[in-house]
Nanobody, 112 residues
Framework: QVQLVESGGGLVQPGGSLRLSCAAS????????MGWYRQAPGKERELVAVIESGGITHYADSVKGRFTISRDNAKNTVYLQMRSLKPEDTAVYYCKAGGDFWGQGTQVTVSS
């Protein structure tokens, strides 16, 4: 049974930082591309960042220079370090493994 469990979300002030984690089980983690997506109220889910199995990363233009995706294959975990957060980053953040598996999401709220 595949499980992706996100953690690390919360309420943060504009300009602040958060680090999201996604712990995976039930898959051969090291061979999967892992992604972070987000969905704001009333909007479609969008790609935030992806890290390929070999470590190559891709980012949405809106987060380039502020967010960093990384992975630890020994811990079956992917991370999203978020800095200089803006109110428009407020969303539910989801972890995805390959093209198939989704986590349950973690809420990130950026507000003063």
């Amino acid at each position: 049974q595949v499980q992706l469990v996100e953690s690390g979300g919360g309420l943060v002030q504009p300009g602040g930082s958060l680090r999201l984690s996604c712990a995976a089980s039930g898959i051969i983690f090291r061979i999967y591309a892992m992604g972070w997506y987000r969905q704001a109220p009333g909007k479609e889910r969008e790609l935030v960042a992806v890290i390929e199995s070999g470590g190559i990363t891709h980012y949405a233009d809106s987060v380039k220079g502020r967010f960093t995706i990384s992975r630890d294959n020994a811990k079956n975990t992917v991370y999203l370090q978020m800095r200089s957060l803006k109110p428009e980053d407020t969303a539910v953040y989801y972890c995805k493994a390959g093209g198939d598996f989704w986590g349950q999401g973690t809420q990130v709220t950026v507000s003063s």
